[in-house]
T-cell receptor, first 115, second 107 residues
């Protein structure tokens, strides 16, 4: 099984619908992240969580919310999806390696299309 | 000014040549710098990281960091067609990625 699992992998929905993207990890890391990727814009941070009780906004949090249900689970919600939220979404987790570097491990991605 | 800047490319190099990828950042307080590789349709994967000025080598890859000039680079020696991908520079202090540079290694 993958270290970081995202569901669904692909989703097509309509404007105004509520969508939840789920992420679970088996690495035992405290830190989890949600990024979105758009062509030409790279990866942009939506939300991040350094532990179950710590949630922080990233650079593009408007229109999104998150829930950290457990150390291993971090879900991203779009309360009312709009077409410009069509993107590839990545969940990631990180832990400090032996040299103290905060290395990210990504899930396979969730492709969301909002019509 | 973007926090992390990369030339989007594509950067084309012949097989066996050295590919040089560059990244500049704006936050002088940044401590850790990462290079990720992303194949089309796949998730990013870590190549290497660096946090001290100078060079760090790992196989065919060398990361170079110059904090005074606020740039970090990645050199790929003996480039192979399998190195064709988008290379993302990341700065750890703000969990920020550049837009990536597309590398094409031609036969």
């Amino acid at each position: 099984d993958a270290d970081v699992t995202q569901t669904p992998r692909n989703r097509i929905t309509k404007t105004g619908k509520r969508i939840m993207l789920e992420c679970s990890q088996t690495k035992g890391h405290d830190r989890m992240y949600w990024y979105r990727q758009d062509p030409g814009l790279g990866l942009r941070l939506i939300y991040y969580s350094f532990d179950v009780k710590d949630i922080n906004k990233g650079e593009i949090s408007d229109g999104y919310s998150v829930s950290r249900q457990a150390q291993a689970k971090f879900s991203l919600s779009l309360e009312s999806a709009i077409p410009n939220q069509t993107a590839l979404y990545f969940c990631a987790t990180s832990g400090l390696d032996s040299s103290g570097a905060n290395v990210l491990t990504f899930g396979a991605g969730s492709r969301l299309t909002v019509l | 000014q973007k926090e992390v800047e990369q030339n989007s490319g594509p950067l084309s190099v012949p097989e066996g040549a050295i590919a040089s990828l560059n990244c500049t950042y704006s936050d002088r307080g940044s401590q850790s710098f990462f290079w990720y590789r992303q194949y089309s349709g796949k998730s990013p994967e870590l190549i290497m990281f660096i946090y001290s000025n100078g060079d760090k080598e790992d196989g065919r890859f060398t990361a170079q960091l110059n904090k005074a000039s606020q740039y970090v680079s990645l050199l790929i020696r003996d480039s192979q067609p399998s190195d064709s991908a988008t290379y993302l520079c990341a700065v750890s202090s703000k969990l920020t990625f550049g837009t990536g540079t597309q590398l094409k290694v031609e036969l």
